[in-house]
């Protein structure tokens, strides 16, 4: 099987080590777990030590029930039978393919996006279609391409939103059309949705899951809950077909989840208002420190963000990101993801939810490599 090189990741692996100025990571300022107990207002020695009693055997199967009772709070008409926990958001989005995608079907993903939701279906030999989001529609799709590519060979339309790495957010309305046309070709329609519930105003985004009968969600505990380092991810629909589909698909790559890992996110599931209000507030007080300099960068432009912790910044000057990336770690400590990952040009992808501090200085850097090096 060839599978193209997982670009973001690859990335990520090289140059994190150069990371003085950490704007590539997309999580929230990560919790520790004292910090989980102090918010959750729980005894932490009592709650360790009934952890520490439980026997490491492979636990619930299908999932700690507190566990996926959590997750289907965060949906309108989810219910936990039609959730199946994974390792990771990345874990989710491979079992779908995994159990849906055959070779002689046609797969349509938006792009940008991350790279999984194009390359795993094209791997398993499936056609895979191409709508490109654009700058000018504010990365949005154009509802009338999506019409053009789907076919009755289509199994399966793939979106994410929130959108890694632009931070566009489509509506009810988009969601609403997108649901129309796979239905009209008897399409599933897998969301990547880690970034849901971290909007940037009040306004409440809708799941797949919910809204289409044919709909699958895949989530996580990394981004909305700044805990990707319990690996826990999961994929939800309330179509009974598709999560026996998975189940049995699961028994062959996974089993079960750590016992550890579930518990712990659990209980911060019971904590998810706190969890989303701490890391919805951190994100408004960056996206102001990233928007004031965009504003006074005349190098930059972008379209602000409207959810989520990325943005998608352009500059103006004849670099590659490749190269503009690579010596801003080297040359100034600042950890970015090139353009080039998304297929994009003259951009880069901006982490922006770390401490304000460390945002001021990674963006002052920037901006003093321009001056040393593109303006001179």
Same mark, same amino acid.
């Not at 849901?196 to 797949?208: F, Q, W, Y």
């Given at each position: 099987?060839? +599978?193209?090189?997982?670009?973001?990741?690859?990335?990520?692996?090289?140059?994190?080590?150069?990371?003085?100025?950490?704007?590539? /990571?997309? *999580?929230? %300022?990560?919790?520790?777990?004292?910090?989980?107990? &102090?918010?959750?207002?729980?005894?932490?020695?009592? #709650?360790?030590?009934?952890?520490?009693?439980?026997?490491?055997?492979?636990?619930?199967?299908?999932?700690?029930?507190?566990?996926?009772?959590?997750?289907?709070?965060?949906?309108?008409?989810?219910?936990?039978?039609?959730?199946?926990?994974? $390792?990771?958001?990345?874990?989710?989005?491979?079992?779908?393919?995994?159990?849906?995608?055959?070779?002689?079907?046609?797969?349509?993903?938006?792009?940008? @996006?991350?790279?999984?939701?194009?390359?795993?279906?094209?791997? #398993?030999?499936?056609?895979?279609?191409?709508?490109?989001?654009?700058?000018?529609?504010?990365?949005?799709?154009? $509802?009338?391409? !999506?019409?053009?590519?789907?076919?009755?060979?289509?199994? +399966?339309?793939?979106?994410?939103?929130?959108? /890694?790495?632009?931070?566009? !957010?489509?509506?009810?309305?988009?969601?609403?059309?997108?649901? %129309?046309?796979?239905?009209?070709?008897?399409?599933?329609?897998?969301?990547?949705?880690?970034?849901?519930?971290?909007?940037? *105003?009040?306004?409440? @985004?809708?799941?797949?899951? &919910?809204?289409?009968?044919?709909?699958?969600?895949?989530?996580?505990?990394?981004?909305?809950?700044?805990?990707?380092? +319990? =690996?826990?991810?999961?994929?939800?629909?309330?179509?009974?077909?598709?999560?026996?589909?998975?189940?049995?698909?699961?028994?062959?790559?996974?089993?079960?989840?750590?016992?550890?890992?579930?518990?712990?996110?659990? +209980?911060?599931?019971?904590?998810?208002?706190?969890?989303?209000?701490? /890391?919805?507030?951190?994100?408004?007080?960056?996206?102001?420190?990233?928007?004031?300099?965009?504003?006074?960068?005349? &190098?930059?432009?972008?379209?602000?963000?409207?959810?989520? @912790?990325?943005?998608?910044?352009?500059?103006?000057?004849?670099?590659?990101?490749?190269?503009?990336?690579?010596?801003?770690?080297?040359?100034?400590?600042?950890?970015?993801?090139?353009?080039?990952?998304?297929?994009?040009?003259?951009?880069?992808?901006?982490?922006?939810?770390?401490?304000?501090?460390?945002?001021?200085?990674?963006?002052?850097? $920037?901006?003093?490599?321009? =001056?040393?090096?593109? =303006?001179?």
């Amino acid at each position: 099987m060839k +599978l193209e090189p997982f670009k973001v990741e690859k990335w990520m692996n090289e140059y994190e080590q150069y990371s003085k100025y950490d704007l590539g /990571n997309t *999580t929230v %300022q990560n919790l520790s777990l004292d910090e989980l107990f &102090d918010l959750s207002n729980v005894d932490k020695t009592a #709650f360790l030590n009934n952890l520490c009693a439980q026997k490491q055997g492979y636990g619930n199967i299908t999932g700690n029930p507190d566990l996926k009772n959590g997750i289907s709070k965060l949906y309108e008409t989810v219910t936990p039978d039609g959730i199946i926990p994974t $390792i990771g958001g990345a874990g989710a989005n491979h079992l779908v393919f995994y159990s849906l995608v055959e070779p002689s079907d046609s797969v349509v993903s938006i792009i940008p @996006t991350y790279q999984q939701l194009y390359s795993i279906p094209e791997s #398993f030999g499936a056609e895979v279609k191409l709508l490109k989001l654009k700058k000018e529609n504010n990365f949005l799709p154009d $509802i009338d391409e !999506l019409k053009a590519l789907v076919s009755s060979n289509t199994k +399966l339309i793939c979106i994410n939103n929130p959108n /890694n790495p632009t931070g566009a !957010l489509m509506p009810a309305k988009i969601l609403e059309q997108i649901v %129309q046309v796979a239905q009209s070709v008897n399409a599933f329609v897998l969301s990547d949705e880690v970034y849901r519930g971290l909007n940037h *105003t009040e306004e409440k @985004t809708p799941s797949v899951a &919910d809204i289409y009968e044919k709909g699958i969600s895949v989530c996580s505990m990394s981004k909305i809950f700044s805990l990707a380092g +319990l =690996r826990l991810g999961w994929v939800a629909s309330k179509n009974k077909k598709i999560i026996e589909n998975c189940l049995s698909h699961r028994e062959y790559n996974m089993i079960s989840c750590s016992i550890t890992d579930e518990s712990l996110a659990a +209980l911060a599931l019971k904590n998810a208002d706190k969890i989303i209000a701490r /890391n919805k507030k951190i994100i408004k007080e960056c996206l102001e420190i990233l928007d004031n300099w965009v504003k006074n960068e005349p &190098d930059f432009n972008y379209v602000k963000p409207m959810a989520g @912790t990325t943005a998608l910044v352009y500059y103006d000057f004849d670099m590659k990101s490749k190269e503009l990336c690579d010596r801003l770690a080297k040359e100034a400590g600042v950890f970015l993801t090139p353009g080039f990952c998304f297929e994009e040009e003259r951009c880069f992808r901006v982490g922006y939810c770390k401490s304000p501090q460390v945002l001021k200085q990674g963006l002052e850097k $920037i901006s003093e490599f321009v =001056r040393l090096n593109i =303006r001179k």
